[in-house]
Nanobody, 118 residues
Framework: VQLQASGGGLVQSGGSLRLSCAAS????????MGWYRQAPGKKRELVAL???????SYLDSVKGRFTISRDNGKNMVYLQMNSLKPEDTAVYYC?????????????WGQGTQVTVSS
């Protein structure tokens, strides 16, 4: 399984970015996918999650600003980030977790840097 994240960059406060995660090596349409972030000196946190059925959940601080979506035909997961704030600055990672033969599989992309300037 490989996850390749892209789309990060430097943006001014109030701006937008769209992160993409390309997944390969397994069937992903039946798996929950997530975006996490980790800021310097802080723990990694779950930002958004999308289930195999398309249900979504978000970190409280990004609700109404971020939207997670998926394209199962292309094995892609996206994170549209609007109204960005300096506190959104972090490395963003895509993730997939699932059980296979009763073993938890946990895969991460390489991360993409998002920097929001004030």
């Amino acid at each position: 399984v490989q996850l390749q994240a892209s789309g990060g960059g430097l943006v001014q406060s109030g701006g937008s970015l769209r992160l993409s995660c390309a997944a390969s090596g397994s069937i992903f349409s039946n798996k929950n996918m997530g975006w996490y972030r980790q800021a310097p000196g802080k723990k990694r946190e779950l930002v958004a999650l999308i289930s195999s059925g398309g249900s979504t959940s978000y970190l409280d601080s990004v609700k109404g600003r971020f939207t997670i979506s998926r394209d199962n035909g292309k094995n892609m997961v996206y994170l549209q980030m609007n109204s960005l704030k300096p506190e959104d600055t972090a490395v963003y990672y895509c993730n997939v977790k699932y059980l296979e033969d009763s073993e938890l599989k946990d895969y991460w992309g390489q991360g993409t840097q998002v920097t929001v300037s004030s």
